[in-house]
């Protein structure tokens, strides 16, 4: 089975700037998120499909193509959902490649010795200022 679209998990201003620079390079990109109102964090740019509804009802994933993902980004506001998605996505789903962001660091450990990358919006911000620092 040939893997071709790209789900991104979670509204949030990261997964809408994320779903954007996807669907910009021509990606078949899919946004979901619990409230219509999410996604009017969408620009113009984008011009993948959106679908409003809950990514922890398995059936709903399935539904949706979770099957066909080559890619999976988890960008909503809770790491715990986050976590809970990616595990899904890994071990029922096998998607080749998933990303989710996490704001408790420690929750790192939970996603250990498997393909699954983390994406920390606080480190990300404290490496920043870091390197304004030795400026």
Do not use: W
Not at 27 to 51: H, Q
Not at 54 to 70: C, P, R, V, Y
Not at 89 to 99: A, E, L, T, W
Request: hydrophobic share 40%; net charge negative.
């Amino acid at each position: 089975m040939k893997r071709t679209k790209i789900i991104v998990i979670g509204a949030s201003r990261l997964g809408a700037n994320i779903a954007r620079m996807f669907s910009e390079r021509g990606e078949d990109v899919l946004m979901i998120d619990k409230s219509p109102e999410a996604f009017n964090k969408l620009s113009d740019g984008f011009s993948g499909y959106t679908i409003c509804g809950d990514a922890t009802e398995m059936s709903f994933l399935e539904a949706n193509g979770i099957a066909t993902a080559k890619k999976v980004i988890i960008a909503t506001e809770d790491d715990n959902i986050n976590i809970l998605l990616a595990h899904a996505s890994f071990y029922v789903y096998d998607v080749p490649r998933i990303y989710l962001r996490l704001s408790d660091c420690d929750k790192g450990k939970l996603i250990e010795n498997t393909s699954i990358r983390a994406i920390y919006p606080f480190l990300l911000s404290i490496n920043e200022f870091q390197f304004l620092d030795k400026e």
